[in-house]
């Protein structure tokens, strides 16, 4: 699961994508998310990042990231084929 | 390095909520690195803002609207340039007056040695509006379907053979979405009293506006193109804010057109991009009001222009910033009366 290569990630969380034009802001863990993805990290690994890093149990990683990604699915944001 | 001092006229100084590039065309100009330049503005109402802006605009000329002839408007460019001593250059901006300069292109160059740098008279009639789905399908363009109506009988036979909702046009200005018949025939009425015939219908086409800034150097090169993503739309439909894109189909579909073309001089494409397919919708012979952009992204369109006509050999930019934005806004100029008095009465200022 990759971020599109041109899209353009802030330190502050101001995501753009210059293809559309359209630009998003993201919260920090969302942040961290999209950081890994952009290092081309595995679920796997983001989950045990985030279970870390944050109080979070499985399941609901599970539910929220799956809403996350759709969301950047949805905005044309992720690679197509990852 | 010395750089040459050009006297350049631009019309389309009407700075208003559905502006004319006349002040965009001039900040470039002004910011251009080849030449200095001293302004004289062309204005056809004594209450288009740019006339006031001294920092912009030297000196100013009404000069006669479109309906009165060629004929008459060489005149007054004639007397323009002996006030002014010499002309070098001339950017109309209007689509309504440009038939005018395109028939008097080389008239104005041999008797005035004024240059322009203009789409051909076959060039201007076979991108308008009325003509743009023929233009489509020779070039192999996506264009909606259009019909042009000469009558308001026709416009329900017409309208149900494109389906609703549709989009009325007049062949200069105006759009309005019609969703039945009588909203068509309504929206026929109105823009016929205002553009004339005829009135287009066109099938409507949903999805976002993204248009293309660009020069033809009327040999199949294209000089510059930067596409645009409309952010802030206003009533009138004219873009508020945008932003630069990094589309290379959209400068690819631009590419094609200009080949095909041969396409001389400043053009702005419209499209609407739906499902992944750019639909063509306008191609505007003239620089757009948001061209100051393409200074702002890194490739001085207006100057390059300039510099074509003037013999000066032009390298195609290559990259544009993508990301670049701009934000309109509106400001009130505070004009002592003496001066519109001066420019309602004299004609000049």
Not at chain 1, 35 to 41: A, F, I, L, P, V
Not at chain 2, 133 to 154: M, N, Q, R
Not at chain 2, 318 to 326: E, L, P, R, S
Request: hydrophobic content about 40%.
């Amino acid at each position: 699961m990759k971020l599109k290569k041109n899209v353009a990630v802030s330190e502050t969380g101001f995501l753009f994508n210059p293809s559309t034009g359209d630009s998003y802001s993201i919260n920090p863990i969302g942040m961290d998310i999209v950081n890994m993805m952009h290092e081309g990290r595995s679920k796997d690994e983001i989950k045990r990042r985030i279970m870390a890093d944050y109080v979070c149990d499985e399941s609901t990683f599970e539910k929220d990231f799956y809403d996350f990604t759709l969301m950047l699915r949805n905005y044309k944001l992720l690679e197509e084929n990852a | 390095m010395h750089k040459p001092r050009y006297t350049i006229a631009v019309t389309g100084l009407n700075a208003i909520d559905s502006p004319g590039p006349g002040l965009a065309v001039i900040r470039a100009l002004r910011a251009a690195t080849s030449f200095q330049v001293r302004i004289i503005g062309l204005s056809y109402e004594a209450l288009e803002p740019v006339i006031y802006l001294h920092d912009q605009v030297d000196k100013t000329y009404q000069i006669p609207y479109p309906s009165a002839g060629q004929d008459v408007l060489f005149e007054r460019i004639a007397y323009i340039r002996s006030r002014e001593g010499a002309i070098d250059f001339l950017f109309p901006n209007f689509d309504a007056e440009l038939y005018n300069f395109i028939k008097l292109e080389q008239r104005l160059a041999s008797a005035l040695g004024i240059r322009m740098f203009l789409p051909t008279a076959e060039q201007f009639d076979a991108r308008h509006k009325v003509q743009l789905y023929e233009f489509g399908s020779k070039h192999g363009l996506d264009v909606p379907f259009a019909k042009a109506v000469f009558s308001v009988s026709e416009v329900e036979a017409a309208a149900r053979g494109i389906g609703f909702p549709l989009a009325v046009k007049g062949k200069y200005y105006d759009a309005s979405i019609a969703y039945n018949a009588d909203q068509a025939k309504q929206y026929f009425n109105k823009i016929n009293a205002k553009w004339g015939l005829p009135v287009l219908l066109q099938q409507f086409v949903t999805g976002t506006e993204v248009n293309v800034c660009g020069v033809g150097d009327g040999k199949g090169n294209v000089i510059g193109a930067v596409p645009m993503r409309k952010l802030y739309i206003t009533d009138k439909g004219k873009a508020w804010a945008g932003i630069t894109l990094d589309d290379e189909e959209l400068v690819r579909i631009t590419g094609k057109m200009v080949q095909e073309t041969n396409w001389r001089g400043p053009f702005e494409m419209e499209f609407v991009k739906s499902a992944d397919k750019y639909y063509l919708l306008e191609i505007n012979p003239r620089f757009p009001a948001w061209c100051y952009l393409t200074v702002g992204a890194g490739q001085n369109q207006i100057e390059a222009v300039v510099n074509l006509a003037m013999g000066v050999e032009v390298e195609p930019f290559d990259d544009y910033k993508k990301g670049t934005m701009f934000i309109r806004y509106a400001n009130d100029l505070i004009v002592d009366i003496k001066e519109f008095e001066k420019i309602s009465t004299e004609g000049e200022l």
